[in-house]
């Protein structure tokens, strides 16, 4: 799991949600692909993208220690660990649907 940063964006290599720089906001303004509408600071969506490589990565489903940095990220983001799992796993069923059920979802 990595997370790749440049002054405009955040990526991982195990998921496609991505983190930007606002643009025309505060230099400090980011946003998460799965958590639009909120405006975040660099650290809440550096935690946005932990906590989606922990969702994302099924070899953690059973690692405590990753469970509850997930949790930390979520709270972070002043969500609840069962709430990102949620708006992630909808995402990501969005993708697998296809553009059709994307749409009309």
Known sequence: MSIYIDRWSMTSDI?????????????????LSWLP??????DQARAGMELDEIVS???LVHDRMALA??????????IIWE??????????????????VAAAG
């Open 37 to 42: 509408g909120r405006l975040l600071s660099f």
């Open 83 to 100: 709430q990102a799992v949620l708006l992630l796993y909808k995402r990501m069923a969005a993708r697998l649907a296809g553009p059709a």
């Open 15 to 31: 998921t496609p949600e991505t983190a930007e720089r606002a643009v025309g906001g505060p230099s400090e303004v980011w946003r």
């Open 57 to 59: 990565d099924p070899a």
């Open 69 to 78: 940095r997930g949790a930390m990220c979520a709270d972070a983001l002043g």
